[in-house]
């Protein structure tokens, strides 16, 4: 019987892709939690004009918090034109911000739905008509905190992370999920996208001798012997580079 070998997505991020064998594993979807300010957008960014401009894959951007204008501002500091990678029909984008502002119950005819439910199936028709129209190989949902904190109950939450998993991969594409990193330390609580991903990437901060130090940890990811000890990364006027040789604690 012959094992398929798994095809490798590289991420874009200097240094990361040696931590996982090359690359991403193809068609999964990972979950990269940090703390604020720690990257994650610009890592996804970085991960999705990366697929662009060295590939030519499309990519799919799923906006949750952030308006257009801004992440477009932001982004744009690194060299990176999402505008123009979108009207070129390289990028696709879902403004999934108003679902933020929907009433906790939603009339449709004579049912009520709730704001989670109605936020999740109205987010996947958007990423699916999406998909259809721009074939994207990359996409990224930036971030899923505020959907997911909408389902107090463990049970629907689970549903709803796996309802949300499974759209993105039937797209097919490989898929970068962002998350706040709500627990930290040796012995945190894991979350439960946690588990249910098929990769989680974390980003946090580390006081080593008195100072801040910025780690990115492959906390798992299926398919790939990865290196799981946190690594010094650094944000700078390119994005984010990690130093994979080097290690946090000594
Ligand atoms: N040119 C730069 N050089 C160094 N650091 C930068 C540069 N531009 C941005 N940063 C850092 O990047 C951080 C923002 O990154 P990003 O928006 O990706 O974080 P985030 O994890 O998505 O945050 P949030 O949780 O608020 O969404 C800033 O806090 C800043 O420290
Ligand atoms: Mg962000």
Same mark, same amino acid.
């Given at each position: 019987?012959?094992?398929?070998? *798994?095809e490798r =997505?590289?991420?874009g991020?200097?240094? #990361?892709?040696d ?8 068609g999964? =979807?990972?979950?990269? $939690? ?10 996804? $960014?970085?991960?999705?004009?990366s ?7 499309t ?22 034109? #999402? ?10 984008? =879902?403004?999934?911000? +108003?679902?933020r502002?929907? +009433? ?17 199936? *109205? #987010? ?12 994207p190989?990359?996409?990224v949902?930036?971030?899923? *905190? ?5 389902? +107090?109950d463990?049970?629907?939450r ?14 097919g594409?490989?898929?970068?999920? *962002? ?27 580390? #006081?080593?001798?008195g $100072? ?8 798992k990811?299926?398919?790939t012997n ?11 006027s390119s ?7 080097e290690?946090?604690?000594?």
């Amino acid at each position: 019987m012959s094992v398929e070998t *798994t095809e490798r =997505v590289k991420t874009g991020v200097t240094g #990361l892709d040696d931590l996982i064998e090359g690359g991403l594993p193809a068609g999964r =979807v990972i979950l990269v $939690s940090g703390e604020p300010g720690s990257g994650k957008t610009i890592l996804a $960014s970085q991960f999705l004009v990366s697929g662009i401009r060295k590939f030519g894959e499309t990519g799919l951007f799923v906006c949750m918090e952030e308006a257009r204008n801004h992440l477009y501002r932001e982004m744009k500091r690194f060299g990176w034109d #999402l505008e123009g990678l979108e009207s070129a029909g390289s990028l696709g984008f =879902v403004d999934a911000t +108003p679902l933020r502002l929907l +009433p906790e119950k939603v009339n449709i005819g004579d049912v009520a739905i709730d704001r989670g439910d109605f936020s999740m199936m *109205t #987010l996947i028709q958007a990423i699916n008509k999406e998909v259809q129209r721009i074939k994207p190989k990359r996409i990224v949902v930036d971030p899923i *905190t505020s959907l997911i904190i909408q389902y +107090p109950d463990i049970i629907q939450r689970r549903g709803a992370i796996l309802d949300l998993v499974g759209a993105l991969v039937s797209s097919g594409a490989t898929c970068i999920m *962002t998350s706040e990193l709500r627990h930290t330390g040796l012995k945190r609580r894991l979350d439960v996208e946690e588990f249910l991903s098929h990769g989680v990437i974390l980003l946090q901060n580390h #006081l080593i001798n008195g $100072s801040i130090v910025r780690a990115i940890q492959v906390e798992k990811m299926r398919e790939t012997n990865c290196e799981t000890q946190p690594k010094p990364y650094k944000i700078s006027s390119s994005g984010i580079e990690v130093f994979a040789k080097e290690s946090v604690f000594r």
